[in-house]
């Protein structure tokens, strides 16, 4: 198992220090039993909360704890380690992380990118990109891959989605605080990500934005994730199917351009809007042109402006 394990991850961070794209996979639709068996099968989210934040304005003052460069985190109560603070926002390196919580990994370092495996997950990261992936699902990651002390690093937020556990930040304190519980692996991308929103949503995603910068793209699918969440543009179903065919929504369904091959990076910005990058800051329109009075433009990205009702 663990040179299966060794092989795969060798091969996949070959891919990444070779090419810049991420490779699609084929799309099928999948049935609604599919669908649903992957419903249910889904594991549930881990959660990173944030305790006595000083933006409440009844929290206690926390001044003091402002300019700090790190924090320690205990894990069942004792210490484990340090966090550094960047952008205002707690990282910790991929390795000390799965050290902290007991967990043997097999790990590749090139110091700016790392590819980590252990059973039931496989992580790949690279330094600068503002995503990482983790069982084939990308993960956005708002301050970008970072490293420290020449290795990789990644917010905590992120790190415990990876493995299942729950963690807090409290700032009061000035700790972190993690559960070691069983790792529970992120669901994989396979069953995650619907393969029938995946394939329409990359179309809509090429059709309208290629050539655009690729935050842009991402924008546009979030245009269309922000209304399959919208009861007033899903439909009975509430699915980037109903979204994208509307009537009179898009017109790169009418033109026919929603039937044109996407590319690699078309897919990816699908899968990053699926996971919840909204460049668009919560869009519900996407336009050349301006939309006139009812809408308000709340992002401008490249050539396409965005919109919400006012």
């Known amino acids: 198992m663990k040179n299966r394990w060794f092989a795969k991850i060798a091969a996949i961070l070959c891919a990444i220090c ?11 639709a999948r049935d609604s039993a599919t669908a649903l068996a992957a419903e249910e099968d889904a594991l549930p989210e881990a959660t990173f909360v944030v305790l006595g934040d000083e933006t409440d304005p009844t929290a206690a003052p926390t001044a003091t704890t402002d ?16 966090c550094a603070i960047l952008d205002g926002e707690p990282y910790m390196e991929v390795r000390d992380l799965f050290a902290a919580i007991g967990q ?8 700016s990118s790392i590819s980590m495996a252990m059973d039931g997950l496989l992580m790949t990261a690279q330094e600068g990109q503002r995503w990482f992936m983790c069982n084939d699902r990308y ?12 290795t990789v690093a990644l917010p905590m937020e992120e790190l415990v989605k990876c493995v299942g556990l729950t963690a807090s930040w409290d700032k009061l304190q000035w700790r972190i ?8 692996p992120l669901e994989q991308g396979s069953t995650y990500y619907n393969e029938t929103d995946l394939y329409w949503l990359s179309r809509l995603i090429y059709a309208m934005a290629a050539g655009e910068s690729f935050e842009t793209q991402v924008a546009v699918g979030s245009v269309c994730v922000n209304r399959m969440h919208d009861d007033a543009f899903a439909g009975e179903n509430g699915n980037i199917y ?23 990076a078309a897919v990816l910005a699908a899968k990053l809007a699926l996971e919840g990058w909204d460049p668009s800051d919560g869009a519900t329109y996407v336009s050349a042109r ?5 809408y308000e433009c709340v992002a401008k990205l490249g050539k396409l402006k965005f919109f919400a009702k006012a």
Request: aromatic share 8%.
């Open 18 to 28: 070779l090419a810049t794209g991420v490779m699609s996979q084929t799309m099928f």
């Open 67 to 82: 300019n700090r460069l790190s924090v320690p985190v205990y894990v069942d109560g004792a210490p484990r380690g340090q």
């Open 104 to 111: 043997d990994i097999q790990l590749i370092d090139y110091g």
């Open 139 to 150: 993960l956005y990651v708002p301050h970008g891959v970072k490293t420290l002390n020449g």
């Open 177 to 184: 605080d993690l559960s070691a519980g069983p790792v529970k």
């Open 242 to 264: 109903e979204v994208v065919f509307a009537k009179n929504q898009f017109d790169m369904v009418t033109n026919g351009m929603i039937y044109v091959e996407p590319d690699d």
């Open 290 to 294: 301006d939309m006139g009075a009812g």
